[in-house]
């Protein structure tokens, strides 16, 4: 469920970003109207779809946060129950600390579990949804922020990019060992020049020209480090985009690569 609650966020955030771009685009008459009408009710329409999706995933949540709620104060009244026994003369101190493990044991998992659903219910952004290390997703999504004493993910200074995936082992990878076929057939970078905060896209086609479906490992880099990667399935003679949304850090020349593909983005200093 986090990962469906991030996915929808990210998709959110796309659509924003389209649509901030489109009215800049149209503002400086760099399209016509007609295309404006159409891209902007087509990325109205995604970015309801993503905030229905949203709320759908918290308002799971939201039933999981009551039911947890219910059990940790049953736990918590049996505590009460065996100090109240304990403190009367009832219970010996040996059979109270033998009995009191087991609820209080489970009363902090549920503590912990009520807390992260917490902070992923009043998550406001991608970047927020924290997954837990047992869900496998952890690796891929390390990205947090504003979660009190949890320090965010070691990213570069320049820019926070976002999703922030381990590169570990960052090579190609085919699918039953057929040969790599893909290139990126397009790279764009909206805006290429922005200041600092404010939101950046950076979307690469990846197009496989070959006669079997493949796997492709994306890398992106800022300044030839690899930041982040992804893995996209791509059938025969077919196309997909890969999406990497960030905010601008300090003013400065940037080169920003999703494999062979090169941009450059311009960070400047608000008028």
Known sequence: MENDLRTAFLNKERAELFLANLEKLHGDKAINDLSYTALK???????????????????????????????????????????????????????????????????????????????????????????????????????????????????????????????????????ANIPDTTSISSLHILPDRAHPGSSIGVIATVTNSGQEKVRHRAEFKINGRVEAIEDVSIEPGHSQEVTFMSVGGPPGDYHISVDNAVGLLRIIHPA
């Open 41 to 175: 009710t087509e990325y109205a329409v995604n970015l309801q779809h993503a905030q229905i999706k949203v709320d759908q995933v918290k308002q799971e949540f939201n039933k999981r946060l009551l039911m947890r709620t219910r059990q940790l104060g049953v736990f918590k009244q049996e505590m009460a129950n065996l100090d109240a026994r304990f403190k009367v003369g009832q219970m010996p101190a040996e059979a109270y600390l033998k009995q009191i493990k087991n609820p209080q044991k489970k009363a902090s998992d549920l503590e912990e579990q009520i807390a992260h659903l917490n902070s992923l219910i009043s998550a406001k952004i991608s970047a927020e949804v924290s997954v837990p290390e047992s869900s496998g997703l952890a690796s891929l999504f390390t990205s947090r922020f504003g979660r009190g004493d949890r320090q965010p993910a070691v990213m570069p200074s320049h820019l926070a990019w976002m999703p922030q995936i381990a590169p570990e082992q960052p090579e190609n990878v085919p699918v």
